[in-house]
């Protein structure tokens, strides 16, 4: 059985299909966390649960929501499970109208009951359930409170609504239905109702699909003859589409007259706390130190110190007890070898920065659960109009400071085709957590004073350049006028320490797993490479193949100031995985015992050439997993093959720029 | 008019059918039309958008489209 | 002698395959550092005619 799981945006679907299927989905505060379909099994097994990206109405604008009509066209829907906002009843029935229409059993979860008490609004849910004919059941989605009653009323419970016609649309609309209706009977498994009700709404997606089974023009002489009817009649009707918004609204209207109490009204928290973030003046300020906040506390007070641990266990007992175990084992010297230079040194290179990654998803966490996210793309707009860009765009970028593939996916929630093109191609350049490990290194060896200025920088320095390039794709590759801006603001929620730490240790796991997998085996090969040469096996390093790989490249780093093999060949892994980077460099600049990493890079680097490197890894190249969500996402291999030859491009403009003109100046 | 409504203001959308199609859209779907009540909550430096509160959800919009939206003071 | 080669076996051998792995999930676009992976179902989207 295939169970639904369906409802406005950001009113608690992921966390309730988290509690029903006891899986671990992606949850936050803002609109549009989920942005396409995922599957899970309930717990009890009683069925598969769908769960759907949020919508307004059956009627999509942008390509999330397209996710969901499509679905109802195109896939077995056994039973429907519509999630309500209590606090938002009047404009969630909408939708539960429209699904009602679609005529398969349902079941409605009256999800944030607590939040509409808070409020002052009262619902008499079995009132609510006799006039919509369907079983309603109360929940608190985040704490999990109603969830048993909801599997049980949904395993036990099948019926069709009790109600046949919720929604009279008028005498010319219902004889339009009608007449279109004898038409398609037979002809498809949907609801006849349902498909009328949703062409004469202008729903693309529907009529694509009606266009199969009738000829486009006699669909559109139903829509046209119906719309020329009603404006006969009644002169202020304005669309098609919003006569039949107006006759929902009105049996809205009474359905909440004769279910909903309101007792008293109190103003939320929520508003004072968006008098202050979202201040004329001091929006952009407190962004800002938020965002400066986060990294004192990832590479100054708290991330640095606990990464210096990890490294002291790693190079000192780890190393050291490995080496006793080879000896016991009498290992030869190229196993040897192999473990020390190449597995400890790659892997254990990587999994120094755990601390400070996880620092970094806890902060994201708090970010995204809070409902500061929506606050921030409000403050950004101004700015981000003025590149032809909207203010939505920065919730992917964000999300791409985590990882730059689910936030190119979240790009979906643009309305419009062309700024959802430029936040794909301009949410690469948003520093992804893989990347710091590099900045950490790096920081740690040549700006051991300002770590965490040095490391916003970049990050400020990635924003500006998507910024930029944004402007000049507008005015040239990507010109057009129409850019949509309205978003939602959740009302804010105090995080749960329970769900914070999930949602970091879901995104954290990720890193840990990789480098248990990918960068085990990058290691691997890397060391093997530098080992192996043309005169045959333990050469010395600078006549290993990978010298010779890097020495192709090299030349070319020359002008941007780190023109070594050594450099070229960790840029190269880094294509496959930013990580890869910095177990490549640890491989290469392998340092038996105490003296550290960081102090033999002075040797190789100096601080501007180090700064240098460091924007050249920001920019120069989206990873492979972003290449191809980008492939997948735009579905063009032109796009994509853009968006990898504009950031090489950049980088290395840039990079010239900085390391030149820094010579100039008289930096070093 | 709502361009000239300042931080507190409330009033009543008489009028939304000047605003782009997409926006009215999106605003509908929010539930704002015509007869919806709002309240400017804050309004961004150098021309950014402005948050309305409607029935006890706050929203973001432009302010060259909020400026479109005709309303009358309450 | 027989251990270097059991380790050293096991070492390429699990290398290789994490490798091949790798590239191929992430040739998919779906990243290890990201959990939409486990329940992803986005063929199903390719579909959707973009406006």
């Avoid at chain 1, 799981?5 to 899986?23: A, Q, R, V, Y």
């Avoid at chain 1, 899970?40 to 009683?46: A, L, S, T, Y």
């Avoid at chain 1, 735009?634 to 010579?663: D, E, H, N, P």
Wanted: aromatic share 10%; glycine share 8%.
């Amino acid at each position: 059985m295939e169970i639904a799981l369906i409802g406005n945006p950001n009113t608690g679907k992921t966390s309730l299909f988290n509690n029903l299927t006891g899986s671990y989905e992606y949850v936050g505060n803002w609109s549009g966390v989920t942005v396409e379909k995922k599957v899970g099994v309930f717990k009890n097994h009683i069925g598969r649960l769908i769960d759907l990206p949020g919508v307004y109405s059956l009627n999509p604008l942008s390509k999330d929501e397209g996710v969901v009509t499509t679905y109802f066209l195109e896939e077995p829907v056994d039973r429907l499970l519509n999630i309500l906002d209590a606090s938002q009843l009047e404009r969630n029935l909408h939708l539960t109208l429209q699904l009602l229409e679609y005529e398969k059993p349902a079941l409605i979860g009256l999800n944030m009951v607590d939040v509409a008490a808070n409020r002052g609004i009262q619902i008499d849910t079995e009132k609510l359930s006799q006039i919509l004919g369907v079983p309603v059941v109360p929940v608190v989605a985040r704490s999990g409170k109603g969830c048993d009653r909801l599997i049980e009323v949904i395993s036990t419970n099948s019926s069709h609504s009790k109600v046949k016609k919720h929604v009279y649309y008028g005498k010319e609309v219902e004889d339009a239905i009608t007449k279109l209706s004898i038409e398609l009977t037979g002809k498809t498994d949907h609801s006849p109702r349902w498909l009328a009700v949703q062409l004469f709404e202008e729903n693309e997606y529907v009529k694509n699909y009606l266009s199969n089974i009738l000829e486009t023009a006699k669909l559109e002489s139903y829509i046209s003859d119906l719309h020329s009817l009603l404006i006969q009649d009644n002169d202020h009707v304005k669309s098609l589409s919003n006569y039949i918004y107006l006759k929902r609204k009105e049996v809205i209207e009474k359905i909440l007259e004769a279910s909903v109490r309101k007792v008293s009204t109190v103003v939320p928290l929520s508003e004072k706390i968006d008098a202050i973030v979202t201040n004329r003046y001091l929006g952009m300020p407190i962004f800002l130190i938020c965002m400066y906040l986060m990294f004192m506390l990832t590479f100054d007070w708290l991330g640095t110190p606990l990464s210096d641990v990890l490294d002291g266990i790693l190079t000192g007992p780890v190393t050291i007890g490995v080496e006793k175990l080879l000896g016991a084992i009498h290992a030869s010297d190229f196993i040897h070898a192999l473990i020390i230079e190449g597995l400890i040194a790659g892997v254990g290179g990587v999994l120094v920065f755990v601390p400070q990654i996880f620092i970094l998803f806890f902060f994201i966490s708090l970010l995204e659960d809070s409902g500061y996210m929506a606050r921030v793309a409000l403050v950004m707009d101004r700015i981000m109009e003025s590149v032809g860009l909207n203010g939505k765009a920065f919730i992917p970028m964000m999300i791409g400071f985590g990882c730059n593939v689910p936030g190119i996916m979240a790009a979906r929630t643009i309305e419009t085709p062309r700024e959802r093109l430029m936040t794909i191609l301009l949410t690469p350049l948003m520093s992804c957590s893989a990347r710091l490990p590099v900045y950490a290194l790096f920081v740690g060896a040549f700006f051991v004073g300002h770590k965490a200025l040095v490391v916003l920088s970049l990050y400020v320095l990635g924003i500006v350049v998507a910024l930029v390039l944004a402007k000049i794709f507008t005015k040239t590759l990507l010109k057009s006028e129409t850019s949509l801006f309205v978003i939602e603001l959740p009302p804010y929620r105090l995080p749960q320490i329970q769900s914070l730490w999930r949602s970091t240790w879901d995104k954290g796991k990720g890193f840990v797993r990789k480098a248990g997998t990918f960068i085990f085996a990058g290691s691997v090969f890397i060391w093997l490479l530098s080992y192996a040469g043309p005169e045959g096996l333990k050469v010395d390093m600078d006549n290993s193949f990978l010298a010779a790989i890097g020495n192709l490249f090299a030349p070319i780093l020359e002008p941007i100031g780190f023109g070594t093999w050594q450099a070229a060949a960790s840029l190269i892994t880094g294509f496959l995985a930013k990580e890869a980077i910095i177990s490549t460099m640890n491989i290469i600049y392998f340092v038996p015992n105490d003296a550290s990493l960081q102090g033999l890079l002075s040797h190789y680097y100096t601080p501007l050439a180090a700064y240098s490197f460091m924007v050249f890894i920001l920019l120069y190249i989206p990873c492979l997993a972003t290449t191809a969500t980008i492939y997948k996402e735009t579905g063009s291999k032109k796009w994509t093959m853009f968006s990898i030859l504009y950031a090489l491009f950049i980088a290395y403009v840039l990079c010239l720029i900085i390391y030149q003109g820094g010579k100039l100046v008289g930096l070093v | 008019m709502f361009g000239s409504f300042k931080v507190g203001d409330k009033g009543k959308i008489i009028n939304i059918s000047k605003v782009g199609r997409l926006v009215q859209r999106r605003l509908l779907d929010l539930g704002i039309t015509e007869g919806s009540e709002v309240c400017v909550k804050c309004v961004m430096p150098f021309g950014g958008p402005v948050m309305i509160e409607s029935c006890g959800q706050c929203i973001g919009i432009r302010r060259k489209e909020a400026c479109l939206i005709e309303v009358e003071r309450v | 002698m027989i251990a270097n080669i059991i380790i050293g076996a096991a070492i390429f051998g699990y290398a290789t395959w994490a490798l091949v792995k790798f590239v191929n999930k992430s040739k998919k676009g779906k990243c290890a550092a990201c959990d939409l992976e486990k329940s992803c179902s986005s063929q199903s989207q390719c579909g959707i005619p973009s406006k």
